[in-house]
């Protein structure tokens, strides 16, 4: 386990017990995709008026390999809360680690141990317009409260702080267009209390058609572009429900974040034999694609952020059913993301993933995604869904 050098000395064994089970809790949080992706999600624990809480920019699945969590003055934050004041820094002399943008939400939750998580299956009902009704059934009997969107930081804090005012016993809180938040005494019973909650609002997602053959005949000649692999990713292109919906808008701020606030979703009417060319001098910067009625293929400098947030959304929205009425984040609340230090916060997370690291992307001819060439698909075909006539050859767009 790793040595947490510099930090404030624990002043107990059994604070040292507590702290070394919230390492075990995140880390194993952190290496569940279908709760936490990259390096969202945060947990933190409060001992001797300390909050020992998640930096920005690190992953909860490196937290018994290297200092994931810094400590900052309980007191402190809730003075500066209630002065209307930024959020203390870190109580590391000279650390370049720094709070997460949640540590407010953290420190006006009395729990001793607080995990924030972003749930495949929660998100896909905190998306929903119905959502609060739809979980009434799922959670009953559960101390929990539905959390309408607002932005990270001090006004998710605010608006928690007076939900507890009216229900101070809410220990669990399901966060519009945002996530999961799961509180307790200590970490086994936050993990239990984690683990039923996902049960109850676990959903069964839509299986989903196979990608188009002929796209990686093509693909397999792309030295730059090729298919991921994992194949349930295909569904962003070949499930027509999933490509409905995320024309529509942007579902929650980790897609925005780091996908950008509108999808790369090439038209169905690209002949395959021409795809490469598409991708010449035209989409350098793109790191994914979503081929209509085809497929996924990503760019061989895709980082692993991007690729776990592509996955995590694919996951979302293959669970929402087409009759759900969906609340997107409106225009004002995006420009609010991308205005609130989204470039420098995508940039540090970046900065510890480099371009392809850990996403294991299939090379031609090889891994799970990239049996998919029988016999026929040659590089002439064209993407086309069914019911489409295969004979439509649309240019790419000059």
């Known amino acids: ?24 809790l995140s880390a194993r949080l952190g ?32 937290a018994k390999r290297e200092q994931t969590f810094v400590p900052v003055d309980l007191a402190a934050i809730k003075e500066s809360l209630r002065n209307n004041m930024e959020i203390p820094r870190t109580n590391i002399p000279e650390s370049q680690l720094q709070p997460s943008i949640e540590t407010a939400m953290h420190a006006v939750l009395p729990h001793h141990v607080v995990v924030h998580v972003h749930s495949v299956n929660t998100i896909a009902w905190a998306i929903r317009e119905d959502g609060p009704r739809q ?12 959390v309408p969107y607002v932005p990270s930081g001090i006004p998710l804090a605010r ?13 669990i809180f399901v966060l519009g267009n945002h996530g ?4 307790g005494r200590d970490c086994e019973c936050v993990d239990a209390l984690l683990r039923e909650v996902e049960r109850r609002v676990a959903i069964t997602p839509r299986p989903s058609p196979e990608p188009v053959a002929g796209l990686f005949a093509v693909m397999s000649r792309s030295s730059q572009w090729r298919f991921p692999d994992l194949q349930a990713l295909h569904a962003l292109g070949t499930d027509a429900i999933s490509r409905m919906i995320l024309r529509k808008g942007v579902l929650y701020p980790c897609q925005l974040i780091f996908l950008g606030p509108k999808l790369t979703i090439l038209p169905c009417s690209v002949p395959l034999s021409r795809l490469a060319d598409y991708f010449t ?12 009625g085809g497929g996924v293929i990503v760019n061989e400098k895709i980082n692993r952020a991007e690729y776990e947030t592509l996955i995590a959304l694919m996951q979302v929205v293959q669970r929402v059913e087409t009759s759900a009425p969906l609340r997107y984040l409106t225009e004002t609340e995006i420009s609010s993301v991308l205005a609130d230090g989204t470039h420098r916060y995508r940039e540090s997370v970046m900065a510890g993933y480099p371009p392809g690291a850990g996403s294991t992307l299939s090379a031609r001819g090889s891994g799970a995604g990239s049996t998919l060439s029988p016999p026929g698909s040659g590089a002439g075909s064209t993407l086309s869904p069914p019911g489409s006539g295969a004979g439509s050859t649309l240019s790419p767009p000059d």
Not at 159 to 170: D, F
């Open 180 to 183: 999961l938040v799961v509180c």
């Open 281 to 292: 001098g035209r989409a350098e910067a793109q790191s994914y694609a979503i081929v209509e």
């Open 1 to 24: 386990m790793v040595k947490h050098s510099r930090l404030p000395k624990l002043s107990s064994g059994a604070c040292e017990k507590e702290f070394a089970s919230l390492l075990e």
């Open 135 to 146: 979980l009434n059934k799922r959670l009953a009997g559960l101390y929990w409260q539905w």
């Open 31 to 62: 290496c569940d995709p279908m709760l936490v992706q990259a390096n969202n999600g945060n947990t933190s624990i409060k001992l001797d008026g300390i909050l020992w809480i998640k930096a920005s920019g690190k992953c909860l699945a490196n």
């Open 159 to 171: 608006q928690i702080e007076g939900i507890l005012r009216e229900a101070p016993e809410t220990n």
